[in-house]
T-cell receptor, first 111, second 116 residues
């Protein structure tokens, strides 16, 4: 079993839709949770960075962490075609700085 | 802030050759990380440095791989005797982490390695 599981998609939605992206993880020691966006042939770009449980909002993006169920989510409101990319969740614990990534979900926002 | 810079962007080489990649982190970032990403997968951790000290290495980093960060600024990743399975995107990231600060990692656009 992978430490971080993520549905690979693709997820196709119409422009303006609310998008929900999710990951589950196995190790309760993880304390830091991140979402990165990656366009084709580019590096991952940090979208959200949260510590422990709770919600964090930044513009059209909201990240949620539920440590009790080991579940993390990213919501995108008013999705745009420019949001079409692969979304990667990542986690890490307190004792190591290495990030453990999910395999990524490919999102397509149709005009 | 010019971001993390990686060079070259794409490297094509024959199996058995040695290759070296360079990473320039964001200025004043004291931690530097290397990851490898294959098609359809998320990045996998290889190693990281705090300043010039290499503090953690993954089991993925075989004896053919070596990384350095000689003056605590840029870093190089060398792969000796390349194999087909080394074909991947090699990503570099950097962050600033201190006693009172635990900042996230920012990635460069990677070096894509293709082994013929």
């Amino acid at each position: 079993q992978k430490e971080v599981e993520q549905d690979p998609g693709p997820l196709s939605v119409p422009e303006g839709a609310i998008v929900s992206l999710n990951c589950t993880y196995s190790n309760s020691a993880f304390q830091y949770f991140m979402w990165y966006r990656q366009y084709s042939r580019k590096g991952p770009e940090l979208l959200m960075y949260t510590y422990s449980s709770g919600n964090k909002e930044d513009g059209r993006f909201t990240a949620q962490v539920d440590k009790s169920s080991k579940y993390i989510s990213l919501f995108i409101r008013d999705s745009q075609p420019s949001d079409s990319a692969t979304y990667l969740c990542a986690v890490r614990g307190d004792s190591s700085y290495k990030l453990i990534f999910g395999s990524g979900t490919r999102l397509l926002v149709r005009p | 802030d010019t971001g993390v810079s990686q060079d070259p962007r794409h490297k094509i080489t024959k199996r058995g050759q040695n290759v070296t990649f360079r990473c320039d982190p964001i200025s004043e970032h004291n931690r530097l990380y290397w990851y490898r990403q294959t098609l359809g997968q998320g990045p996998e951790f290889l190693t990281y440095f705090q300043n010039e000290a290499q503090l953690e290495k993954s089991r993925l980093l075989s004896d053919r791989f070596s990384a350095e960060r000689p003056k605590g600024s840029f870093s190089t990743l060398e792969i000796q005797r390349t194999e087909q399975g080394d074909s991947a995107m090699y990503l570099c990231a950097s962050s600033f982490n201190g006693e009172l600060s635990n900042q996230p990692q920012h990635f460069g656009d990677g070096t894509r390695l293709s082994i013929l």
